[in-house]
C-alpha cells in the first residue's frame, strides 16, 4: 500500500497512511495542504522514535541527524526532572542541618545534570538510539 509523504511548513515530514485501497489524487486532495510539495511511495522506512528528526529534501524523506540529536536532548531534559526534585529535597536538607560538605556535593550533581545537554552525542541513528547518560539512570 502506498504512502502519502509531504512537506510541513517546519520543513518535518507528514505522512498519510490509507488504511486500505483508496483513490490516492483524492486522498492527496483531502490530507495534503494545498502547495506543499508530496511524493508517493510504496515503502517508508523511518523510526518512528526519532520521527521528527525526518525532513522533506528533494522529494525524499531525509534523517537530519541535528534535529535527531534534540530531540534525544529533550529526552534528557524530561528524564533529570524526577532527579532535579530529589537533589532539591536533598539540599534543603543539607542546608537546614548545615551540611556544607553535603551542600557541596548536591550542587555538583545538579550541575552535572544541567552539563548533559552540552554532551558530545553520536553522529548515527545507531549510535543515538544507544547513547543515554549513566547519570540519568541513578
Known amino acids: 500500500m502506498p504512502y ?15 488504511l486500505e ?16 510539495p508530496y511524493f508517493i511511495t510504496d515503502s517508508l522506512d523511518l523510526d518512528n522514535d526519532y520521527f521528527d528528526a525526518y525532513i522533506y ?4 524523506a531525509v534523517f537530519d541527524i541535528e534535529r535527531a540529536k534534540n530531540i534525544l536532548r529533550e529526552s534528557f531534559r524530561e ?9 532539591d529535597l536533598e539540599y534543603m536538607r543539607a542546608h537546614e542541618s548545615g ?3 553535603l551542600i ?12 548533559i545537554t552540552n554532551l558530545d552525542l553520536p553522529d548515527t541513528l545507531e549510535g543515538l538510539k544507544k547513547f543515554w547518560p549513566e547519570i540519568l539512570t541513578s
Open 4 to 18: 502519502i509523504v509531504y512537506s510541513q511548513e517546519d520543513g518535518k515530514i507528514g505522512v498519510v497512511t490509507p
Open 21 to 36: 485501497e483508496a483513490n490516492i489524487k483524492i486522498l492527496v486532495e483531502r490530507c495534503v495542504p494545498s502547495g506543499r
Open 57 to 60: 529534501q528533494d522529494d525524499k
Open 79 to 87: 528524564a533529570r526532572i524526577p532527579l532535579f526534585e530529589k537533589l
Open 99 to 101: 551540611n556544607e560538605t
Open 104 to 115: 557541596a556535593e548536591v550542587v555538583a550533581k545538579k550541575q552535572a545534570l544541567r552539563d
